[in-house]
């Protein structure tokens, strides 16, 4: 075994000796309030690895998180968007609920306040096929008294007339028909004039003359003259008017929501129905229909 040189022996020993010199300072000595300097020393030593593996277990940490966590995730996701869409499913219904409760409750209402009018209450449960068409099919048929050419209105104005009637159902003729119409009448002047349809969302005034005065925002209510509608039912309100050849083109705008009919009233007689205070002030007195069933006598101007 190959001895080491005094002279190594002497400087491993001295290096031994300040070494051991060096240990006893730091143990003795303090730094403020940080502790011993041997601790310092032992602190300061231990911390870049310390360091090093907070930031590997970091690191793995994140990547458990951000990819294999994200299997749980997004199964809750899933679970939330399902929900949402149930939730979503729900208020809708609520609302369509509210809107109908809403209009029933119109509709009662509306019945309440003219109880000594014979009238009848119908769902619409069908419409035509055709584009051109206004035609409607409601819940109630002759066992319920149903007959032809009854009104239908709603707490709007004027529908239709009811043209085919089953045992339980029947088919109404809407106003903005080709073939339907209303006999009709200005509220500001009386002028008596027939209201057809057009086939379209909106009604005409028919053999107004262009030297007559009609202005747009003008309300038209029924006539009473067509034996099918008592006086005062709220017609349109004047949407356009243009000069033509020898008659206005003058277009209306429902009174009624035809285009999104719910539920509707039938009027089983012709007795006259009050709309608002302003509509009773406005037109002439309504003359009450014969128990025979003749018209009234008129000053009704035929085309």
């Not at 509220?187 to 086939?199: E, L, M």
């Amino acid at each position: 075994m190959v001895g080491i040189p005094s002279r190594h022996k002497s400087l491993a020993l001295l290096a031994a000796v300040l070494i051991a010199q060096l240990l006893l300072l730091a143990v003795q000595i303090k730094r403020d309030s940080k502790g011993r300097l041997i601790r310092v020393w032992a602190v300061s030593a231990v911390s870049p690895f310390e360091r090093s593996g907070a930031w590997g277990f970091g690191k793995v940490g994140g990547l458990w998180h951000h990819y294999f966590a994200l299997q749980n995730t997004a199964r809750e996701n899933e679970a939330l968007r399902v929900e949402n869409d149930a939730l979503k499913m729900a208020i809708s219904e609520l609302q369509s609920k509210s809107a109908e409760a809403e209009r029933l409750s119109t509709l009662l209402n509306f019945r309440d306040a003219h109880s000594k009018v014979p009238m009848l209450m119908a769902r619409v449960i069908g419409a035509g096929a055709g584009n051109a068409s206004r035609i409607v099919e409601i819940d109630r048929g002759e066992r319920d008294g149903v007959r032809r050419n009854l009104g239908v209105i709603t707490p709007d104005g004027a529908v239709g007339k009811v043209i085919e009637v089953y045992r339980d159902t029947a088919q109404v003729l809407l106003l903005t028909d080709k073939d339907g119409g209303v006999g009709a009448m200005f509220v500001d002047s009386h002028d008596q004039k027939p209201v057809g349809g057009t086939g379209e969302a909106r009604l005409t005034v028919k053999y107004v003359p262009n030297d007559d005065k009609i202005s747009v925002g003008q309300k038209v209510v029924t006539s009473g003259m067509d034996k099918i509608f008592p006086q005062g039912i709220p017609v349109g309100t004047v949407q356009e008017v243009k000069a033509g050849k020898t008659f206005k083109d003058i277009w209306l705008t429902p009174a009624a929501k035809l285009e999104r009919l719910e539920e509707v009233i039938v009027l089983l007689t012709q007795e006259p129905v009050e709309y608002s205070k302003e509509s009773e002030s406005q037109s002439p007195p309504v003359a009450a229909t014969p128990a025979n069933g003749s018209a009234p006598a008129t000053n009704e101007q035929k085309p």
